[in-house]
């Protein structure tokens, strides 16, 4: 903790009259639950900040990014929104991507020895992974027939499709206060919003995988099937060395109390 601060004050030494803190969002907000380190659970920050620096919605990426449908969005807030809609693109990206490269190995090894590389919980998702690749492909070859453009929309909702789950009424959400169009988008392009819906644990079978999620809507238990979760849960400033007590430190976005999350 006291290591930037020391910095800081290092900086005064050697003539600098001010220091500004640029650091991005604070730390994010824990979830303490049951299942909150299962593999398949993720912040959201992390998977748009992998999606888009790390190139993983490019065709040729190798980017480890990995999504499963059913795919739940935990929050209410614009970075939630902004989650599921990338979700819903990326996820063909993905399934094709795998099911070209599956298929180019099995002509080039023989199927038997590339289902070999996984144990048998993962080749359950790989089939669904080549299953789904398959379908996409076949979409976006009956689109170009047709002559129209590819409507992925209802193969992700067969496959469980992508929601947000908020605590609160929607008028309460801050996507909604703060930019009610592009919530209305969201819903448009296909994402589920289920509101007065809060996530209690977090379920897994197998080799530990998500399988479902427990949550509670208006008080009524249910346990939804799930392949992935993203939380979306807003972040904390930072306030620790009394770095906001300080004039000659300014802190700007979330480092910054006043405009935490």
């Not at 992925?152 to 703060?178: M, T």
């Not at 346990?223 to 770095?243: H, K, M, N, P, W």
Request: glycine residues 10%; hydrophobic residues 40%.
């Amino acid at each position: 903790k006291p290591l930037l601060n020391d910095r800081a004050l290092l900086a005064f030494e050697m003539g600098f009259d001010h220091v500004a803190l640029c650091l991005g969002a604070g730390a994010p907000n824990l979830i303490e639950m049951p299942g909150g380190l299962t593999p398949g659970v993720r912040y959201a920050s992390d998977f748009l900040m992998t999606l888009h620096m790390g190139g993983a919605f490019k065709h040729d990426s190798l980017t480890s990014l990995e999504v499963s449908l059913p795919a739940y969005v935990v929050g209410g807030g614009l970075t939630a929104v902004d989650t599921a809609t990338e979700i819903l693109a990326y996820y063909p990206v993905q399934v094709t991507r795998f099911y070209e490269r599956y298929m180019e190995l099995c002509l080039r090894l023989g199927e038997e020895a590339v289902r070999k590389l996984w144990v048998r919980d993962q080749l359950n998702k790989v089939d669904i992974f080549v299953r789904h690749g398959r379908e996409i492909l076949q979409e976006r070859e009956c689109a170009q027939k047709e002559g129209r453009a590819p409507d992925f929309l209802p193969l992700l909702h067969s496959w469980g499709g992508i929601h947000i789950l908020y605590r609160r009424a929607l008028q309460e959400a801050p996507a909604y206060r703060l930019n009610a169009h592009e919530l209305q988008k969201a819903l448009e392009e296909g994402v589920i919003l289920h509101p007065h819906t809060r996530l209690e644990e977090v379920l897994s079978k197998g080799h530990g995988f998500v399988s479902h999620v427990r949550v509670f809507e208006k008080e009524n238990e249910k346990i939804l099937e799930a392949g992935s979760v993203f939380l979306a849960t807003g972040v904390r400033a930072c306030e620790q060395d009394g770095y906001h007590q300080d004039p000659r430190i300014t802190c700007y976005g979330d480092m910054d109390p006043k405009f935490s999350g």
